[in-house]
């Protein structure tokens, strides 16, 4: 198997980072670090590693200053499980999930993963099934599906919902073997337009201007992540969509809050005024859902020449489920990790990751594939989209390797995580939360703003100065 560094080489060289700059990380930290067959604390490590060294080179392009930067796998893959260590006002995080999410058993004997944490999610479920919204009854309803009938039936009445698959299952179908002719992440060139001139700021991405319109985990991770390294990010949500608020403050830290309702006029010209003079527009919205509404990478391209265009998918943006809803839960049920992991620790059933490795991880290659474009943007000229999706994240984990008795290691315990954690203030109360584990030696990783609830800043850019 390859080892953190020569993995973190592969995805570095796929963003087109120079060999050289290699020797500014440092990785340290052995697996296994969490329970798991496979290699989630490696994926952890390098993906944040990316992002941060993508973040040294941009320094370095800034100010011709070198720097190093350190990630440990303990943190990286603490951090990787952030929602769970935050506190607010010493209060752990609430239920994560919905009372009737989960797993349940079909007709044919398969298994089949529920996502019913927003309420449309789970009133749509009812509505398939025609039951009440308690385990037992649809437990009930679902013995009279068969899983992949349940699955086509329930995507079409707008559920979110999984088939749990072996790989090979998985990789028999049509999506996967689109998703095996794409790489990890890719980043084209989609407009003309001259460099910009980088803003005055002594940190990697002081006054980049970010707008990160995201929510649940791995885009609010990207946009956190630039945050750290000092872009001036707005998170644009809709008063009328629904969030999970633990999420939302764990996510939040470093970031203006700010509404937009993107199905109204005023809120989609609030939207353009902003995306006129942003550097990186990062979304995560299901594909096309924001074409349709003008801001498309192309339509942001024409409004904001220069732009860096992020993309995050469930399933990938080609093949016939590139327009799927989905979230990290219920891509490792249809991929077939929970298949392999339950097979791996003698379970007749589904067995989860012990972190949402695929979220998480994704989140830091949508951060380093922003970083990576914007430097090509200084340097080149020209629009640039990167996209990234969690089935592509979870190729690369599979494909990484498995770990011998991986799931008999003892998992992370509390004297571990205490010295990761930070306090801050915040929008919500006092908070303790885990630092970034992206260790820079010149420009330390750091949250100039603090969380606060949605929409709690006006759509509006702080000053700009340009060298």
């Given at each position: 198997m390859q080892t953190p560094r020569e993995i973190l080489a592969d995805v570095w060289s796929l963003g087109g980072g120079a060999p050289s700059a290699l020797d500014d990380v440092k990785l340290?930290?052995?697996e296994p670090i969490l329970p798991s067959s496979f290699r989630v604390a490696a994926a952890a490590q390098v993906s944040v590693a990316a992002a941060g060294l993508a973040a040294t080179q941009i320094r370095k392009l800034r100010s011709g200053e070198s720097q190093t930067v350190s990630v440990d796998m303990l943190h990286a893959s603490v951090e990787c499980r952030s929602e769970r260590y935050l506190r607010v006002e010493d209060k752990p995080p609430p239920p994560a999930w919905d009372a009737i999410a989960g797993v349940y058993k079909t007709s044919d004997g398969r298994f089949v993963r529920l996502h019913t944490n927003f309420p449309h999610h789970r009133d749509n479920v009812c509505k398939v099934l025609g039951c009440k919204p308690e385990r037992d009854d649809v437990q009930r309803a679902l013995m009279d599906w068969e899983a992949e009938k349940f699955e086509t039936a329930a995507y079409t009445g707008g559920c979110v919902v999984s088939t749990m698959r072996s790989h090979d299952e998985w990789m028999a179908t049509p999506q996967a073997q689109e998703i095996a002719k794409l790489p990890l992440l890719t980043i084209e060139k989609i407009g003309e337009a001259d460099p910009k001139p980088w803003p005055k700021g002594d940190r990697p991405l002081s006054g980049v201007r970010v707008l990160d319109l995201s929510r649940v985990i791995a885009g609010p991770v990207a946009?956190?992540?630039?945050?750290?390294?000092?872009?001036?990010v707005m998170l644009i949500a809709s008063p009328n969509l629904p969030t999970i608020p633990w999420l939302v403050i764990d996510t939040g830290r470093g970031k203006l809050s700010a509404f937009a309702d993107l199905k109204t006029a005023q809120g989609r010209d609030t939207l353009r005024h902003l995306l006129a003079s942003a550097d990186i527009f990062s979304?995560?919205?299901?594909p096309q859902s924001l074409a349709d509404l003008g801001f498309s990478p192309e339509d942001a391209a024409r409004i904001s020449p220069g732009i860096v265009y992020v993309s995050l998918s469930a399933y990938g943006h080609k093949g016939p489920w590139a327009g799927r809803r989905g979230f990290d839960s219920l891509v490792q049920t249809s991929t077939g990790f929970n298949h392999a992991e339950g097979k791996a620790a003698g379970l007749d059933g589904p067995k989860e990751l012990p972190a949402q490795m695929l979220d998480h991880a994704?989140?830091?290659?949508?951060?380093?594939?922003a970083m990576m474009a914007k430097a090509r943007q200084a340097r080149e000229g020209g629009s640039w989209h990167a996209r990234v999706s969690l089935a592509q994240t979870g190729r690369w984990l599979w494909n990484l390797g498995r770990i011998e008795n991986g799931l008999s290691s003892s998992d992370i315990n509390g004297d571990d995580v205490r010295p990761l954690l930070e306090h801050a203030a915040s929008g919500f109360g006092a908070m303790i939360a885990v630092r970034h584990s992206a260790i820079m030696s010149k420009t330390p990783a750091r949250w100039a703003r603090p969380a606060v609830p949605l929409g709690s800043n006006r759509a509006l850019w702080p000053s700009l100065e340009v060298n």
């Open positions: 340290t930290g052995v946009g956190r992540t630039l945050a750290a390294h000092g872009a001036d979304q995560g919205y299901r994704t989140g830091y290659l949508m951060a380093f594939g």
